[in-house]
């Protein structure tokens, strides 16, 4: 039932990232939907259930991208899996530790993405990492925050002790 | 049994390691053809739902779209004759000066199905394939300018790359002056013309064209505007900024270009 849930969310998801999303790029950059989701999962899943669900949903981003095949695919597998080390079910984070490690995950995507898409195009990494790369790493942190504040009753059931 | 013992507490990471390995050979074969028809498979899956939302979009928009749509008709319709006059005069001094009749382009319409909205991933899925005779590398352009070139086909859809991508380049020459450059994506929605040499005759306002000298673009066709001109003291070339003519943001319909350059 859970895993279906996933899905509808992550269909969904898909549809917002290739209809909606354009309405509020900055400058062309948009929030990464589909990472916010599998680190999400990832923070309330298990390791194996986080990986092959950040793996389908890399994997099917990919299938729907013009860019790079299988690239979505390694970065959400990675994410899914290194995010369910910071794994809890029950409670909830609180915001600032829910950010930093929201931050972590989206850092280490980014730099795997960059660094494997550079080796495509050449153009330099640090290049791309300041030009492309941070802003929409900045902008999903900030996306994954507003989600968070919105969502956070319905995604963690429990209060965190730490509040 | 302390094998399986062993084993089970590394599954996670074994399984890790197994999903990895398959997105790096994933990675490793972006040309493999299986590949390609699966992905332009599932492209032709997605554009069924793609085009219920494009046609529930399109219905709010439809009056709004038929009023602009008569007033442009109207200024085309005048244009137009006074191109026809313009062209039989042209035809008149073509003769008068024995230039041989260039080949008109042959263009298949195409809707804009799915625009990729990455931040240097620049795509369009549009509803033409190979059972349009549309083949990869074929230019695609609209009435303003080229907006790029067919990437991959499917049967039915296909994928196209834009000017405002990090991969793309395209020859082109400064329509005033004819100096020759390289034209390539810069950031956000600008391009720059590249490798052209210090001093040339290049001003700000010049529209810049396609060359001709490659495979895939016909001559002639608009690339965009000069908006700024820059030289380093150290480099041998020019910075040039290029506004592309097209507005990508309200890309609905392309036209795929069908004949190439040298075919002509």
């Known amino acids: 039932m859970q895993l279906i849930k996933y899905f509808l969310v992550y269909i969904l998801l898909l549809f917002i990232e290739k209809n909606l999303l354009h309405l509020i790029s900055i400058k062309d950059v948009t929030p990464d939907l589909i990472l916010i989701f599998v680190i999400i999962i990832s923070l309330r899943e298990n390791k194996s259930k986080a990986t092959v669900i950040g793996f389908i949903a890399g994997l099917i981003q990919d299938v729907f991208a013009t860019g790079f095949f299988g690239l979505s695919t390694l970065t959400k597998t990675i994410v899914g899996f290194w995010g369910a080390f910071f794994q809890q079910p029950k409670k909830r984070y609180n915001l600032s530790a829910y950010a930093s490690v929201v931050s972590i995950l989206v850092i280490v995507h980014e730099i795997i993405f960059g660094f494997i898409y550079n080796l495509g195009i050449h153009l330099g990494f640090f290049r791309l990492m300041f030009q492309f790369m941070l802003p929409r790493a900045l902008y999903t942190l900030l996306s994954a925050l507003i989600i968070y504040l919105i969502f956070k009753s319905m995604l963690w059931k429990t209060e965190s002790i730490l509040e | ?264």
């Not at chain 2, 804009?112 to 509803?127: C, E, L, Q």
């Not at chain 2, 290049?202 to 001109?229: A, C, H, K, L, M």
């Open chain 2, 1 to 264: 049994m302390a094998f399986r013992r062993n084993i089970s507490g590394y599954r996670d990471y074994i399984l890790h390691a197994v999903l990895v390995i398959i997105a790096l050979i994933l990675i490793s074969s972006n040309q493999n053809k299986q590949i390609e028809t699966f992905k332009m498979w599932m492209v032709g899956v997605l554009c069924l739902v793609q085009d219920e939302w494009n046609s529930f979009q399109t219905y709010f928009k439809l009056k709004q779209r038929n009023e602009q749509l008569l007033l442009e008709n109207t200024k085309l319709a005048l244009e137009n004759s006074t191109m026809y006059e313009m062209r039989l005069e042209n035809e008149r001094l073509r003769e008068l000066i024995g230039f041989k009749e260039k080949k008109e382009l042959q263009l298949i319409a195409a809707r804009v199905i799915v625009r990729g909205t990455k931040s240097f991933i620049n795509g369009i899925v549009m509803d033409v394939g190979t059972k349009d005779s549309v083949a990869k590398n074929m230019p695609l352009v609209v009435t303003n300018g080229l907006v790029g070139k067919i990437y991959q086909v499917g049967k039915n859809h296909s994928i196209g790359h834009l000017l405002l991508d990090r991969n793309f380049r395209v020859s082109a020459k400064i329509q005033r002056s004819r100096v020759k450059g390289i034209v390539s994506w810069e950031s956000g929605g600008f391009c720059l013309l590249k490798e052209v040499p210090k001093r040339s005759d290049v001003q700000i306002g010049d529209w810049v064209i396609t060359s001709g000298y490659g495979e895939i673009f016909p001559p002639g066709i608009i690339i965009g505007r000069v908006i700024n001109i820059t030289e380093s003291p150290r480099g041998l070339f020019m910075n040039i900024k290029v506004k592309p003519a097209v507005n990508f943001e309200k890309l609905e319909e392309v036209f795929v270009v069908v004949e190439k350059p040298n075919q002509k």
